[in-house]
């Protein structure tokens, strides 16, 4: 199928004060069309950083990283902004749902934010992903009615609602129960298989790792292992 993510020789590094502090360091990674992929690490190894950097939040300080055959590098802050909201979703551990806003609304939300859809299509589509992950019947409930594990679900929908080709999870199972998150786990390869969308995952949770097709494993900002199936 292809590859949609590909890093070669990336690093970043932040400046804090007088001293230069590298996050990644050299790291050469490719990642498959519809992988199921997590990054893996202690706290400080630098997967969020590469997540973030994928989802064209910030920028390799050098290297090349491509994404969907677009080089991040050379993204202006609104390029970038116009990249994600074609391309990407991204799932978070504290769920990120607006706390005023129904689980259809919160669903809906780039899509009328975003995108800009016709009501008519918003609707069959927010109607789709409800009924795909579970939550129809939770349609006018917000976030503080729901349980953990309904909020993921609202938004993993809310991250799919705009045919996203690549999903991005940053620590996705973080506050769900070990039950819920084995759930949410195969909430996602289910949408996975459904849909065609890569997700890719920063994650300490070894629920996910095991799930996992691909797993690069990240210390000090390099790469010191990568198991799995790559494209």
């Known amino acids: 199928m292809g590859n949609i993510v590909q890093g070669q020789s990336v690093e970043k590094t932040y400046r804090a004060g007088d001293m230069d502090v590298p996050a990644v360091r050299g790291v050469d990674f490719v990642i498959g069309a519809g992988s199921f992929v997590a990054f893996t690490g202690p706290s400080g190894s630098g997967k969020s950083t590469l997540l973030n950097m994928i989802g064209g939040l910030d920028k390799p300080s050098a290297g090349t990283l491509t994404v969907l055959d677009t080089d991040i590098a050379s993204l202006n802050r609104r390029a970038a902004a116009e990249f994600r909201g074609a391309n990407l979703g991204f799932i978070f551990q504290d769920f990120n749902l607006i706390p005023v806003l129904s689980a259809y609304e919160n669903i809906e939300y780039p899509l009328l934010m975003v995108q800009d859809w016709q009501e008519a299509k918003r609707r069959a589509r927010v109607t789709e992903l409800l009924a795909a992950v579970g939550m129809a019947d939770q349609a006018d409930k917000r976030p503080d009615q729901l349980s953990g594990g309904q909020k993921q679900r609202v938004a993993v929908a809310r991250a ?72």
């Open 160 to 231: 799919l609602a705009t045919n996203a080709k690549l999903v991005l999870a940053d620590e996705p199972t973080a506050n769900l129960d070990h039950d819920t998150a084995y759930r949410i786990i195969a909430l996602m390869k289910k949408m996975r298989d459904e849909f065609g969308t890569t997700f890719i995952f920063s994650t300490h949770d070894p629920k996910i790792v095991g799930e996992a097709e691909v797993v690069f494993a990240l210390e000090d900002g390099r790469l010191v292992n990568s198991e799995g199936k790559h494209a």
